[in-house]
Structures are given as C-alpha cells and as structure tokens.
C-alpha cells in the first residue's frame, strides 16, 4: 500500500462514519467496495453509481458534480465532504477545482462488511491466534459474497487444522470431505495437465486462498493434489456445511432454456470444458476457458459482463461459477450442459 492511499484512508476512517468500523484490511482486499482518485485541480471524470445509492466522498480538496440535469455543486474536503450518487444507470460529471482525492464507496457492501466485521469478533476471545485466523477468512473473497447469515454460521462452523511441509491435503483419484482456507503457510496446487497428460504445478496456495471446492461441487474423487510447502494451519469447512452455507448462495444454477434466452440477451456463454470437447462442437460465440485453467486465465474474464458457464453436464459450470462469483463476476451454470442444449452446436472442426 502507498503512503498517499494510506494517508487516504486514514483520513476517511477518521472524518466519515461509514468508514470507522472498517480495518484497512477489509478496505483493500475488498476492491469491489471503493475506488480512489487521484485529480489534479481542472482534470474531470464520469462516474455512474450502483442499483442503490453510493457516496463519492472528498478526503482531500474541493470539487464540482454536474448531474444529469446540469444541476452543479460544490462539495468540499472542509465541509460536508461527500455526495449522494444517483442510481444506475444516471451518471455525473467531476471536475477538481483544486487538487483532490476522493472516494466512490459501495454503500450497501461497506455495511455488509462492517457488521461481517463485527460477527468475526464476537466468535473469538481477544488477543487469540484463532481471531486472527478468522479476520484473514471474513476478508477472503467466498465469505464476501454469500448472505451475512450463512456467514456468521460458516465461520462458527469452521475448524483448525496443523499442517506439516509436505503433507498432501487433498490428493488425486481420492474422496475431498472438506473445503480449506489457507491461514499460515504455502502450498502448492498440482493437477494433470491437459496437453502433456502429466501432473503438473497448477499454483501456489497463499495465506487467504481455499480449496477443494471442485471435489465437493462435482461429487467426484478429487482431481487435483494440494501439497503443503512449509508448516503451516488450515481452517477447516466440512462437505455438508460448504454445500449447504457457501455453495448454494455462490453457485446460480439455470435450465438450458433460460441460460439461451440469458445468452440472447447479452450475457457470454463459457465453455469451461477441454478444447477438444469444445472442438467437437459448442454453443455459438461461446468462449473457451477450461476449468483446469481458470484461476490462471479469469483475469482474461471482463468483470463488466455477464456469464453463464456451461460443460457436459453441469458439474464443471458449477465449480466454475463458483471459483468466478469469488471475484465479483455475474455467472450462472446452466444446469445440465450441452447434454440438456437443444438448439445446434457448432460444427465439429476438422
């Protein structure tokens, strides 16, 4: 973090409410919730809010906002020091009279992450090890994105597990009965790779991370290997409580016929199979990203669509819409794949 987005930051959690519950932590591993802009005095920009109302604050200097309607006022570091954006899709215009920094905050998702704040606290004793473990997973993108209800009982319901460097978590060909956090130490992530048919290094598992979702999701024995690099402490989800706390909210499933009318309306079909399945045929238009490689390539994802995400049969979608919703993407799976598409596929390519 800079020392200006610092100084930033400071100053909101010390001027405006909305932002004293907030540790910084939460602030900035929560992108989707503010933007901060940096304006020299005479530089202007557009911005649009969301469905419910945000706030554009001013942490340093003066601005001017013109509405839709023409309609302009001032909005000061020194007085007020924040305005109430329209909702989508109305936008406004800003223009810096001095130089100014300023915030765009998600109203609605900054008193979502206070109170899970607040939960988060009230299931540890002070000063314990395992507070700090629970802090690292209320920040962590699945717990985010599910209702504060199923959060508060998902973090109850986790458990502590010691690992040793070397210790093979979760391995191939063999039964997941669990979905991990990664709270101290490294692992690594190995599955077969899809062109050379070899087990091969998929990624390295940080602080923060999870899995052995796949597994779960697909009902099937697991079809990667998670290998811990050093000593380290996992927190601990069991089958029953993932499904029924973090998987239902996070994974929207759709019948094929919905999933084309959503495709006909703009949304991008995913096809998260393997190439040569894609090759063999696939909805029109669709783009290709195989589960296997999705945490490498989401980023090639626009955040700014909409997705659905279809296999075979639906249990690929699923882990994908899953693995996506944790990074504020729209997606639903369509139930079933193309085994349940009835409209033609493409024709399968030479």
């Known amino acids: 973090m800079s020392i200006k987005t610092s100084h930033v930051l400071r100053i909101l959690r010390e001027r405006f409410h909305a932002f004293t519950g907030l540790s910084e932590r939460a602030l900035l591993e929560s992108l989707q919730i503010f933007r901060l802009f940096d304006l020299r005095e005479g530089e202007s920009l557009h911005l649009t809010g969301s469905e419910l109302p945000d706030r554009l604050y001013v942490a340093i200097g003066r ?35 001095e130089d100014s920094h300023l915030c765009h905050l998600d109203t609605a998702l900054a008193d979502y992450l206070l109170t899970f704040e ?6 540890v ?18 717990f985010q994105r599910i209702p504060l209800e199923n959060a508060e009982r998902a973090l109850a319901s986790l458990s502590e597990r010691p690992v040793r460097a070397g210790e093979e978590v979760v ?18 992530l190995w599955r077969i790779d899809d062109e050379e048919g070899i087990p ?5 598992l940080e602080r923060g991370a999870v899995f052995g979702e796949e597994s779960l999701l697909t009902g099937k024995i697991s079809s990667v290997t998670v290998r811990m690099l050093e000593d380290g402490v996992l927190l601990r989800l069991a089958r029953d409580d993932f499904s029924r706390l973090l998987a239902r909210p ?12 959503m495709i006909e309306n703009h949304y ?16 029109p238009g669709a783009v290709l990203i195989p589960l296997s490689q999705l945490r490498k390539r989401a980023g090639e994802l626009d955040p700014a669509r909409r997705y659905v995400a279809y296999c075979r049969s639906g249990r690929r979608s699923s882990v994908a819409a899953f693995q996506l919703s944790q990074g504020g993407y729209d997606v639903v799976s369509m139930a079933g794949g193309v085994l349940a598409w009835s409209d033609p596929l493409t024709e399968p390519v030479d």
């Open 268 to 283: 991008v079909a995913l096809d998260v199979r393997l190439e040569e399945e894609f090759d063999e045929g696939h909805i």
């Open 250 to 261: 996070l994974v929207r499933e759709v019948d094929a016929p919905v999933a084309k009318a």
């Open 63 to 97: 601005v001017a906002i013109t509405d839709a309607t023409g309609h302009r006022q001032e909005v000061t570091a020194a007085d007020r020091g924040y305005f109430v954006m329209p909702p989508l899709p109305v936008a406004v215009t800003v223009e810096a009279l």
């Open 200 to 204: 091969m290094k998929a990624a390295e």
């Open 171 to 188: 391995k191939m060909g063999q039964e997941t009965d669990a979905f991990f956090v990664v709270v101290a130490g490294r692992a690594e």
């Open 118 to 123: 607040e939960v988060a606290e009230s299931l």
């Open 125 to 142: 004793e002070p000063g314990s090890k395992h507070g700090d473990y629970l802090r690292l997973v209320r920040d962590s993108a699945p």
